[in-house]
């Protein structure tokens, strides 16, 4: 039984780290960072709600409802509440809020920095390897190359024409060979 709990522990631990990761957070980030780019992030679809483009739409209210899904998986996270309950042991809480309060609101245009995943269409950082979500493997302009032209058919291809020429290249340089080859 003790390691079922481990084992969710570890899980909902795994997923919070991924809506962190995907959110373009770090696990320090206190509670007022991760709201903002929450707000931003979802101020950023809610421009495309309004679109004449029906897949536009959709595309935009999915991501908005996967954003509150992270957010919220974030805000009940122990991670989360962990920070909170030591900024406010050291009143630290109060005064960022105070300090948030009074400065005027920064749009922070965060779009230059997600895509969509090609595999399964979320919105992750740009600068990713891999999707957090599905894992898809995000791969090199080399990295692509040598996966579609690198195969073991191409090799062995290239290794029998290879020898094919030289052979004809040592048939040419040395014609008595094909006449001993002959009989």
């Known amino acids: ?3 079922e709990v481990v084992g969710q522990h570890d899980n909902e631990l795994t997923d919070v780290i991924l809506c962190y990761k995907a959110m373009g957070l770090s696990l320090d ?3 007022l ?4 780019t929450y707000m931003d992030l979802t101020e950023n679809y809610r421009k495309h709600l309004s679109s004449p483009d029906p897949v536009l739409r959709e595309d935009a209210r999915k991501n908005i409802a996967l954003m509150k899904e992270m957010y919220d998986k974030i805000k009940g996270s122990i991670t989360y509440n962990t920070v ?7 009143g ?17 245009r965060l779009e230059n920095h997600l ?13 990713s390897k891999t999707c957090p979500i599905c894992k898809f493997r995000f791969l090199s302009p080399f990295e692509k190359f040598m996966d579609r032209y690198v195969t073991t058919k191409s090799i062995v291809i290239f290794c029998v024409v290879l020898i094919l020429l030289l052979a004809v290249f040592a048939l040419l340089m040395y014609p008595n060979l094909l006449q001993k080859i002959v009989q």
Do not use: F, T, W, Y
Not at 84 to 90: F, G
Not at 115 to 127: E, F, L, T, Y
């Open 115 to 127: 895509m969509h995943c090609p595999a399964c269409r979320n919105v992750i950082n740009k600068g």
């Open 92 to 108: 630290k809480l109060a005064e960022e809020m105070k300090a948030a309060a009074a400065a005027k609101p920064k749009v922070v």
């Open 33 to 36: 960072r991760i709201e903002q």
């Open 84 to 90: 909170v309950r030591e900024l406010e042991k050291s």
């Open 29 to 31: 980030d206190g509670p």
């Open 1 to 3: 039984m003790n390691n």
